[in-house]
């Protein structure tokens, strides 16, 4: 595992620009060009650990069947102020409505902008009415450092809602409740790997948000299971600290490592299935 501090230089990160995929806490070098084809390198802006993934595609601009890759560049660090970032999946509040857009908070330094037409099947006639408090699951569209983030409830391949919108519910039907988590925990969550919330509804039904920004929307049958599940996020939050059987072995190949770390950083809090069982209460 590399750990890497703020400035640290990741070096030959990929033979062109466009073969990098940035994640969080990492940017190109200083005085690289958007056409650049070789000596491409990244700096960390965070400290933490410093991960790396390939994804092998084929290359759709040639006709032959040869194959591009994708270097993914990322940290993992564990930081307590959540930044905005592209595509990350958020839960926050309408504070302000106007004519064209909602001003929502994400419970950071910043709040984002809704507009009114960024659902799905919404025209000038046809919009969400939001009121004054409602929870939203958004998606972030523009994060740029010199103007507030904005945000958008429909999803840019399929052009469908997938889940985003309004957080709904029924105060005489369900139970509904926003936890705050870690950050580190909210982005295992949003991983396919992470198998936490799966093993919860083997025991009773639930619906859950993510969002990235540290905040998990559940919403249950009972107020029991709600209670139930903040119990076992909190546990999960503290079993994130203990992971040292998890790190990766000193054994392990150098092609390997980037693997190991991937998939050590995607199990970060999850639970066993005996553990779930004694926090959920019997009836």
């Given at each position: 595992m590399v750990i890497v501090l703020p400035g640290d230089v990741i070096p030959d990160a990929a033979q062109?620009?466009?073969?990098?995929?940035?994640?969080?806490?990492?940017?190109?070098?200083?005085?690289?060009?958007?056409d650049?084809?070789?000596?491409v390198s990244l700096v960390a802006i965070r400290p933490g650990a410093l991960g790396h993934v390939v994804n092998?595609?084929?290359?759709?601009k040639r006709k032959s069947n040869e194959t591009a890759s994708t270097q993914g560049w990322w940290v993992e660090c564990d930081a307590h102020r959540y930044v905005s970032s592209t595509d990350d999946l958020v839960i926050?509040?309408?504070?302000?409505?106007g004519a064209e857009s909602y001003t929502v908070s994400l419970f950071s330094a910043h709040a984002a902008t809704l507009p009114v037409l960024a659902f799905e099947g919404a025209t000038r006639r046809n919009?969400?009415?939001?009121?004054?408090?409602?929870?939203?699951?958004a998606r972030i569209v523009h994060a740029e450092p010199w103007t507030?983030?904005?945000?958008?409830?429909?999803d840019a391949v399929t052009n469908k809602a997938e889940a985003m919108g309004e957080l709904k519910y029924d105060p005489e039907t369900c139970a509904t409740m926003v936890w705050p988590v870690s950050l580190a925990l909210a982005h295992a969550l949003n991983r396919r790997q992470h198998t936490l919330l799966s093993k919860v509804a083997k025991h009773f039904a639930f619906e859950a948000a993510v969002g990235a920004n540290g905040l998990v929307w559940t919403k249950t049958s009972f107020p029991q299971h709600t209670i139930a599940l903040g119990l076992i996020l909190r546990?999960?939050?503290?079993a994130r600290h203990h992971i040292s059987s998890m790190d990766v072995d000193r054994e392990t190949s150098p092609d390997q490592e980037a693997r190991t770390l991937h998939t050590r950083l995607g199990l970060l809090g999850d639970l066993s299935a005996d553990e779930i069982a004694r926090l959920i209460p019997h009836e």
């Open positions: 062109s620009v466009k073969d990098i995929k940035q994640g969080p806490s990492v940017l190109l070098s200083p005085g690289t060009t958007p650049q084809t070789e000596n092998t595609h084929k290359d759709r926050g509040q309408v504070t302000a409505r919009r969400p009415n939001l009121e004054i408090g409602a929870l939203v699951y507030e983030p904005e945000l958008s409830c429909v546990a999960a939050d503290k």
